[in-house]
DNA sequence: CGTCCGTTGTTCAAATTTGTACTCAAGTGT
DNA sequence: ACACTTGAGTACAAATTTGAACAACGGACG
């Protein structure tokens, strides 16, 4: 029905500010955890997650889901880090096919010693660059895009494209 | 000097919330390109440089800037689309060494047939979600984020973590 | 109970990304 | 012309991600 609408110059720029802010944002902050501790920034979000939660521990599904990867990415982390001694895992007694991923002392510690470097990274070019209002109004906009695209699995084009 | 300052509630709403957004927007978007025209949101994101530019083509190392990706990757992504005979490469004549990528007249078609669903995706899950003055507030505090990131390529944490 | 359906975490191969090393030329200064 | 430094693109191996297939359960229901 709607012929399609493209994006107008205001638009464009902020859709195109979005995607080249988290690439930027993305290389620089994964490149300092790299170099200073040693661990990727998915591998600081695992810890950082499980460092949040009761028991500092957490099942593999839901630290998924927490840190937005894949399952099977999930597994392939959580051996890496375990193999670093930073993680281990838990079986469940209620429920033998759980697996708890658990935060080490020596997890929590390096968690510890990069944290402070990080949060100043993300201070700096993220937190600083924006004026408090603006960064009100990123998170109240940006809260609101993550809450519909929960909530509907995929309202989104569903028969959008069927004629090929 | 200054003992880590951790980020406030906003701050931190802010931040997760710009995390969350790109990772979810990323995933749809790249899973619907794929689902309806084959393609990678990185390849889709070549070609649309592409089709904006002079004669249709870029060197590689401009291409490889625009869609802020590595050279070897782009190498990679590049074959992958002449190979599909979306792009091909071209010698220049005034300089040995340059290779330019140029958009087929295939890739022009693909792109011009992927554009429409991708768009409309781009505006049902993001703008639509923010007001017009949130959209604004983005673009200007990222813009402002990009701006001192491209510049100095490394105020940040020089001497940072000098200790260990 | 036994059956069926949805979950959970893992495995495995293929696709992709990363990072480094390399090859050739341009450009510079001598 | 001759080193010398830098830049461009590629090659390659290692690391990581993806996606589908699997095995093993829970849970609801007849």
């Known amino acids: 029905m709607d012929r399609p609408r493209w994006l107008n110059e205001e638009e464009k720029r902020a859709w195109n500010a979005f995607i080249a802010a988290h690439a930027l944002l993305y290389q620089r902050l994964d490149q300092q955890l790299k170099r200073d501790v040693g661990l990727s920034h998915l591998q600081y979000m695992v810890l950082a997650r499980l460092s949040g939660a009761p028991d500092r521990e957490l099942r593999m599904a839901e630290l998924a889901d927490a840190v937005q990867n894949s399952k099977s990415g999930l597994t392939y982390q959580i051996g890496q880090l375990e ?82």
Not at 122 to 143: H, K, N, S, W, Y
């Open 83 to 164: 193999q670093a001694g930073l993680v281990c895992r838990r079986n469940c007694q209620s429920d033998v096919r759980a697996v708890y991923a658990r935060l080490t002392d020596e997890g929590m510690a390096l968690l510890e010693r990069a944290a402070p470097g990080h949060v100043a990274m993300v201070r700096e070019l993220f937190i600083d660059a924006l004026t408090p209002a603006q960064l009100q109004a990123l998170a109240d906009g940006l809260g609101e895009a993550n809450r519909r695209m929960r909530e509907c699995g995929g309202t989104a084009t569903h028969e959008f494209e069927r004629r090929k």
